[in-house]
């Protein structure tokens, strides 16, 4: 039999009972979990940028006093400033996961893991925008008393009390908000590919 008739019968052979690796098989599915956090992270960028550029409206939005615009835009421009360190942060994370092919038992791992970093980085992001957002809402419940209540004697013991029940009612909502995010956009996502590492090491 001559090199021709050795590919003819190459070709001719059937190709239905060729078995995939199943090591091969996992690897592969843990792809769409992590397609789905890019694609989430790639959402994320345009949600924020909208949001900043929204925020940065909102005085004239809600017609605040003149007064008022000078602290605002001070706090916004802080605001903006740890956005961007943030943005830039998970964006490199982002271009870092496009370039990710999940082809080994290693390079999973290393995925796994650097999602998981991000993942404590986002909630470092979102833990470093609170006191901003607290300081918002404390700015607009002073703005709203103001125009009800004389505040030219001080704050009295009412006053006082419904700064604190803002101040903790915000943390605690941001808190709880943040840990749904990024469970639900994120963390049930590197939960699979951490299933896929699991039943690897059990081949």
């Known amino acids: 039999m001559d090199f021709n008739d050795i590919q ?5 052979e059937k190709t239905e009972n060729v078995v995939v690796p199943n090591h091969l098989e996992k690897l592969q599915s843990a ?16 949600y924020q940028i909208i949001s900043i550029v929204l925020l940065g409206f909102v005085p004239f939005i809600h017609r605040l006093p003149e007064k008022a615009f000078a602290p605002f835009y001070l706090l916004f421009t802080i605001f903006v400033a740890v956005c961007v360190y943030y943005l830039v942060k998970l964006y490199i994370f982002y271009k870092r996961l496009n370039k990710t092919a999940l082809s080994t038992k290693d390079s999973l791992y290393e995925t796994y893991f650097d999602i998981r970093l991000n993942m404590e980085l986002y909630k470092t992001f979102g833990f470093a925008l609170t006191p901003f957002v607290v300081l918002f809402m404390l700015g607009f419940t002073y703005l709203e008393f103001s125009k009800k209540t004389d505040f030219s004697t001080g704050l009295n013991n009412t006053h006082l009390t419904v700064l604190f029940v803002v101040v903790g009612v915000t943390i605690l909502i ?28 059990e081949e």
């Open 174 to 201: 941001m808190g709880l908000a943040l840990e749904w995010w990024v469970h639900h956009f994120y963390g049930k996502y590197a939960k699979e590919i951490r299933k896929v590492i699991d039943e690897l090491k």
């Open 8 to 12: 003819s019968a190459w070709n001719n």
């Open 31 to 46: 792809n769409t979990p992590l397609d789905m956090i890019k694609k989430n992270l790639k959402n994320e960028f345009v």
